[in-house]
């Protein structure tokens, strides 16, 4: 890192923005100008997608800024305004959908340094945007307390980036995903104006900062919910039909009285890429990956005895860096292990109809065979039980993708496509949010914020970037 100091010579000459005056603006905030860092930092997972790929590889910031504080954070938002740059949010850039990618250059603002955990109390936890979720359990365990959900990311990503990118992960099983009532308590941004201001989200209100890449204010603290910290049991059972994966997996969901972070059906041929669990699943077979609380286990193994799965591997969860997790096969992490093996796939991110998931998943199964393959991960949302899916595809062509994403809709499977850029594209409804939408004008009236996101958005003010 380097202060504002820097010379000219080291502005980048084809920067189309007034940079210089921008650090000189934001004084002795930590800067980095140096090219290797702009072209790491301005990157996320969007390679997962061959479309993404191409059209994101040249997108690089023109600086780097490190905020240590919100009052940092104001004073490079009123720089910004002022000199008319865009400004991107980093978090942990774990997100797959080209979300940090910063479009239009200019400032990427990243929230590693702002990482520290406010107060926590029973239930509750109140941390700054850049909190890691790795570190927030580890604080929050001691005292009996663990985060309700998080990605298959966990190790690497930051609250802020969760909230701003994410839908939900391990957990949303029993909790549901980000966006349901409760899941974010208030959310705290710093608006993007002449004279930026600091707004407080409480409630229903702070779901207008969800899963919006960040163009709806610059997100500098978050109230979670908590949820009992319990002792976790990693299972893995073998079933030789997918189909019956998923029955077991929706009737433990179903099961109100055991108690579970985690259900993953997956078909075969995906489990012979999980090298770390590869003895517990055998050749051919599907298998479902859990996470079932301790108290829970033995209710557990009683029902799976009227399914006809094995049992092949039973033992506490270990949370540690040190260690490749059980929860790191599952979601998007299975397209990853999936990665190493095979470059030439890609995914999906869909969400079955609730009452027809064992159903859909069949239909798509014989449809795509050997082109299309089906993990699951259970989830409530709006109070039913169903599941969300991230299929690994074998890639050929854009126009066979798309095929594949038509046969998913024609069957009622939602898609939330993984391959554009922007909110309203990569929604399973295809808009984006009204309240997103006008609370985006108030508080981001220039448009400065991740520009190309919300392509709904058209800006009012003069003077607006275009």
């Known amino acids: 890192m380097s202060d504002a100091t820097l010379s000219a010579p ?40 061959p479309i993404l790929a191409t059209r994101l590889k040249d997108k690089v910031a023109d600086v780097i800024v490190t905020p240590r504080d919100e009052a940092d954070v104001i004073r490079v938002a009123a720089a910004c305004y002022r ?90 099983v029993t909790f549901g995903g980000m966006r349901e009532p409760g899941n974010i308590l208030a959310a705290r941004i710093v608006t993007v104006e002449e004279r930026p201001r600091v707004i407080e989200l409480r409630g229903d209100a702070a779901q207008k900062i969800s899963r919006a890449y ?12 908590l949820a009992p910290a319990l002792p976790w049991i990693d299972v893995i059972v073998a079933f030789d039909d997918f189909a019956e994966s998923i029955r077991f997996g929706r009737a433990i969901a179903m099961a109100d009285g055991v108690v579970k972070k985690l259900l993953a059906p997956i078909e075969w041929p995906l489990p012979q890429n999980f090298a770390g669990l590869r003895q517990y699943c055998p050749d051919g077979k599907a298998v479902l990956l859990g996470m079932i609380g301790s108290m829970s286990i033995e209710s557990f193994e009683t029902l799976l005895e009227a399914f006809g799965g094995t049992l092949t591997y039973k033992a506490p969860s270990e949370d540690v860096l040190t260690k490749v997790p059980l929860y790191e096969h599952t979601w ?8 190493k093996v095979d470059r030439n796939i890609t995914y999906l991110q869909v969400l079955y109809p609730h009452d027809r998931v064992v159903e859909s998943a069949a239909e798509i199964g014989a449809r795509f065979e050997g082109e299309v393959m089906q993990h699951l991960e259970f989830i409530r949302i709006n109070g039913l039980m169903t599941a969300s899916g991230i299929p690994v595809i074998r890639f050929s062509t854009p126009e066979r993708l798309y095929e594949i994403m038509a046969a998913y809709e024609a069957r009622g499977i939602m898609i ?34 991740n520009p190309g996101k919300m392509r709904s958005f058209v800006p009012r003010s003069p003077g607006a970037l275009q």
């Open 10 to 49: 080291d502005i980048r000459p084809s920067s189309r923005y007034p940079i210089e005056a921008l650090l000189a603006d934001i004084g002795d905030i930590a800067t980095s100008l140096d090219p290797a860092d702009l072209r790491r930092k301005s990157r996320d997972y969007y390679w997962y997608s």
């Open 83 to 172: 000199h008319r740059v865009p400004l991107t949010v980093r978090g942990g850039a774990t997100g797959n959908y080209g979300q940090c990618v910063p479009l239009e250059g200019g400032v990427l603002l990243d929230m590693a340094a702002m990482n520290r955990i406010e107060w926590q109390q029973p239930g509750i936890v109140r941390v700054q945007a850049g909190a890691k979720l790795f570190d927030i359990d580890a604080q929050t365990r001691p005292l009996g307390w663990e985060l309700r959900m998080h990605p298959s990311t966990k190790r690497m990503a930051q609250i802020g980036g969760f909230v701003a990118g994410g839908s939900g992960g391990i957990g949303s």
């Open 214 to 225: 960040g163009t709806t204010g610059i997100i500098t603290a978050l109230e979670m919910p």
């Open 332 to 339: 998007n992490h299975c397209t990853l292990q999936t990665f």
């Open 416 to 449: 939330a496509n993984p391959h554009v850029l922007t909110l309203e594209d990569g929604s399973r409804y295809k808009r984006v949010d009204a309240d997103q939408l006008a609370f985006k004008h108030e508080v981001d009236p220039l448009g400065l914020l």
